[in-house]
């Protein structure tokens, strides 16, 4: 996943599941859908700590790559992946376990009609400044496929 904060990734992600076939899906819910945010949750509490960005970044790599090894079908990084070393190490992942990688991007970036409406959406937080900071950031890559 590719997107701004309040692009609509995680709804796009839970769209996606949801037209699934029940088992699979239940599969990709449990073991296959990785995000970082999820590390940030205590209580049912968004709870973000820019001290643990790093770490929880690491933790859902490593949850990624335990998914692929072990098989899931599907496996989702619902992350932001504004630059393209941010979702390098996910796409060699999946690349050196012979997945089929597909980048699915939410939102024109640059347009800032959808920057000021990620900015009202999003759930964390995330200010205006913030985000077309992230959007400044933004690499285009070709198509949407890894190769």
Not at 25 to 51: E, K, M, P, V, W
Not at 79 to 93: G, R, S, V
Not at 120 to 143: D, P, T, Y
Request: hydrophobic letters at 40%.
């Amino acid at each position: 996943m590719r997107g701004l904060p309040g692009s609509g990734k995680s709804h796009w992600v839970e769209l996606f599941i949801q037209g699934l076939p029940a088992a699979l899906a239940l599969n990709i819910a449990d073991q296959g859908l990785c995000s970082t945010d999820h590390f940030f949750y205590q209580n049912n509490r968004y709870c973000f700590d820019i001290a643990r960005l790093s770490e929880f970044h690491q933790l859902n790599l490593s949850r990624f790559i335990e998914a692929l090894a072990s098989g899931v079908p599907v496996v989702i990084c619902d992350n932001t992946n504004m630059a393209l070393w941010e979702f390098a190490a996910y796409n060699a992942a999946a690349k050196a376990l012979n997945y089929q990688v597909h980048i699915q991007q939410i939102g024109d970036v640059r347009c800032k009609i959808h920057q000021r409406e990620c900015a009202k959406r999003n759930q964390h937080g995330v200010s205006l400044h913030s985000i077309q900071r992230m959007a400044g950031q933004f690499k285009e890559i070709k198509n949407n496929f890894c190769k």
